[in-house]
Structure formats: structure tokens, C-alpha cells
């Protein structure tokens, strides 16, 4: 279960829930139900089912209707369950439900019916005060209920998992990080012909900082024209499209683009030579584990848990909003760029983030769970 999960009303949100998911598939039978707004529809609530990876997934899509949608997506959660039930698909030994704000109470709902255990994974850059800001009104008191009543609760970074004790949320920690797959995100010989970075995101400026990115470009291209950026994701990629002509960049240098499939990002991964994240919060983007694995370096800020798996051998840390500096750690790579071990990178993905690992981690914290 997750409160984020893709689905045909929002297709990349919560991806990398998916990943977790077909990551338990190679050891464990799993079955995904989501509960999810769809404006759009006639019906109340509409059921779909389809399996993706090895893993089952139903979908519950609800009309929503204003201040009643809590109530709505309750009734949508309880008509999931007895889908499930009716279809002989409720044989589950524990619940793994994603994200803890705003929808935690659905596994407890099935504890206390089932006397189910459940684990909570928990991906929220929301519990980081320069993420949050005022925090919601009920967000502590639910976190704290909710989380309190969950077996085992696996954050993706040590830093989160500090970030949520320090906002009371008491428990049996255990760290399992973003997940990758290496047979898709696979590393392969670099282009040649100038220094490529590229940027992948949601592209929401207030968070990734891409206008940062690109009055750093400008410093840096400006000094190294033999470079080269590509900028893109689901988010407003026309918009910074705009800002670099504002900016003046040379239109030579930098390239934008839209959404795209999981497939195309590890093939623009493969023809990069470096990933730049210039956000001003995060946890574990999953753009950098597929950077790893892709024998890609990354430059990004020293923010959330990044730090955790970014040092001096894999790429260089730069403080929060200082474009001179990022401008300075592009140029320090395009110097150095051939000296890079790009076997290494990969390595150290496939040891940390590979499906099978993930599956391991997980494996461990479900039978401590079930013997708890």
C-alpha cells in the first residue's frame, strides 16, 4: 500500500514505490492496492487490476468530492479490500505500505481487522524542516500514531531516519534505500566528443533549483564551451527552455525535454558523462542510483542523505544555492573526467541498490515483523 503509487491519474508519481515493490516480487508474493483521486471519471469509484513485473496491482480510482474526500477515500479503501476478498486474493502475511502522511491509517485499518503486521517505508522529504516549513496540523500527531503502531519503520537515508526521530516518531529503524535496475540502467562507454551533464527531474524550481542550474551553466560554459547539458522531466521543461534563451546560454550547449520512459532515461543515462542536482532539499533521489549504476557521476548539493553515497570517488558536494560553486565543480569535472573509474561507480550501485539487494533488505525486515 502507499499514499503515492503511479497510476493513469498521475503515471511517474511514486515510481519509485514500484521499484520497492518488484523488488520484494523476486522473493515474496506481492500484491500492490492503491486508493487514488480521479477527477475526471462518472462513476464513484472505478476498480482496475493488472499485473506489472511480478507484481499484482489493483487500483481504486475515486470521484473526489471536496471536504467529504477523506470519507470518499476511506469507502474507496474498504470496496479495494472486498475486491481483494472476492477475487481470493487476501492471503497476505504483513502489509508494506509507503509513506506515512497521508494515508497510514489504511495498514493499521487492516491490523486491527486482521491482526496484520505492517512496516512502514518512508521516502517523504517533509520531515526535513527546510523541506517542510509549518508542518500540517495533524502531521504529528498522525506520524506518531500510526507510526508507533508499525512493526518496523525503513526510511530510505540515515538522515531521514534522524529527521523523523527528531520529529517524534518512535520505532524499530531500519534503513532500506531507493532501489535501481541494473539490467536496464547499465553502464556503457561515454560519448567522446565533449563533456555531457545531464539533469533529470520533476522540475519544480522551488525544489530541484534548476534556474540555479542554469545561471551556473552560463558561468560555466562561458569559460568551457566544449560542454554540454541536457535538462528535462515531467514538469514545465518549456519554461527553463525559456529561461536559458532569457539567460542568454548558447542554444548549442543545452537541451531540453519532457516526460519520458524509464527506457529513454537510461539511454540518455548512457550517453552522460555526469549528473548535476542542484536541490535545495531531498532524500535519496532515485536519479542517482540509476546514475551509479550507469557509470555516471553525479555533482549535487549536500543535501538529505545524498551525502551518504556521494563522496570524492563517486562525484563532489556542493553547498545549497551556491551557483559560483556549482559552476566551479562542472569545470573541475570537465577537467578530470577521464581519470574516472566508471567500473567502480557500478559496483558500488550493484552492491547497495540492485533489485536483489533490496529484495534481502526487506526479506530480513519482514520475518523479524512476522516473528515480533
Not at 506515512?100 to 493499521?108: L, S, V
Not at 549535487?300 to 544555492?321: F, M, P, Y
Not at 569535472?333 to 550501485?349: G, M
Amino acid at each position: 500500500m502507499s499514499s503515492w503509487f503511479p497510476s493513469k491519474s498521475h503515471t511517474t508519481l511514486g515510481n519509485f514505490v514500484q521499484r520497492h515493490a518488484e523488488a520484494v516480487a523476486l522473493l515474496h508474493n506481492v500484491h500492490v492496492l492503491y486508493v487514488t483521486n480521479s477527477p475526471n471519471q462518472k462513476e464513484p469509484f472505478v476498480i482496475e487490476d493488472h499485473e506489472e513485473l511480478g507484481v499484482k496491482i489493483t487500483i481504486v480510482y475515486c470521484k473526489p468530492i471536496g471536504v467529504f474526500n477523506p470519507l470518499r477515500k476511506w469507502r474507496g479503501f474498504l470496496l479495494g479490500l472486498k475486491h481483494l476478498n472476492e477475487q481470493h486474493q487476501y492471503l497476505f502475511d504483513l502489509v508494506h505500505h509507503n509513506v506515512i502522511w497521508k494515508d497510514a491509517w489504511q495498514p493499521w485499518l487492516i491490523h486491527r481487522k486482521y491482526k496484520t503486521p505492517y512496516i512502514i517505508t518512508e521516502h517523504w522529504t517533509g520531515f526535513d524542516k527546510a523541506a517542510r516549513g509549518k508542518a500540517p496540523l495533524l502531521l504529528k500527531p498522525f506520524a506518531k500514531f500510526f507510526g508507533r503502531k508499525a512493526s518496523a519503520l525503513c526510511p530510505v537515508t540515515e538522515n531521514l531516519a534522524a529527521n523523523m526521530r527528531a520529529f517524534g516518531l518512535e520505532g524499530k529503524y531500519h534503513v532500506v534505500p531507493n532501489v535501481v535496475d541494473i539490467d536496464l540502467f547499465q553502464f556503457k562507454e561515454k560519448p567522446t566528443d565533449r563533456v555531457h551533464f545531464l539533469h533529470v527531474s520533476s522540475l519544480i524550481d522551488e525544489h530541484k533549483n534548476v534556474t540555479g542550474i542554469l545561471r551556473a551553466w552560463k558561468r560555466a560554459i562561458e569559460k568551457n564551451p566544449a560542454m554540454h547539458l541536457t535538462i528535462g522531466g515531467d514538469g514545465p521543461w518549456e519554461f527553463f527552455q525559456k529561461e536559458a534563451q532569457r539567460f542568454q546560454i548558447p542554444s548549442n550547449s543545452i537541451t531540453f525535454f519532457g516526460e519520458k520512459k524509464w527506457a529513454e532515461i537510461a539511454d540518455l543515462m548512457q550517453q552522460s558523462h555526469c549528473l548535476i542536482l542542484f536541490s535545495n532539499y531531498e532524500n535519496l533521489p532515485c536519479v542517482i542510483v540509476e546514475s551509479l549504476a550507469s557509470g555516471v557521476s553525479v555533482i549535487s548539493t549536500d543535501v538529505g542523505g545524498i551525502a551518504e553515497h556521494i563522496n570524492l570517488e563517486r562525484g563532489i558536494l556542493v553547498h545549497k544555492q551556491a551557483e559560483k560553486q556549482l559552476a566551479e565543480a562542472i569545470l573541475q569535472y570537465a577537467q578530470d573526467y577521464r581519470d574516472i573509474d566508471r567500473s567502480t561507480l557500478r559496483n558500488y550501485a550493484e552492491q547497495h541498490f540492485s533489485k536483489q539487494t533490496i529484495a534481502r533488505a526487506f526479506d530480513a525486515v519482514y520475518n523479524s515483523a512476522l516473528k515480533s
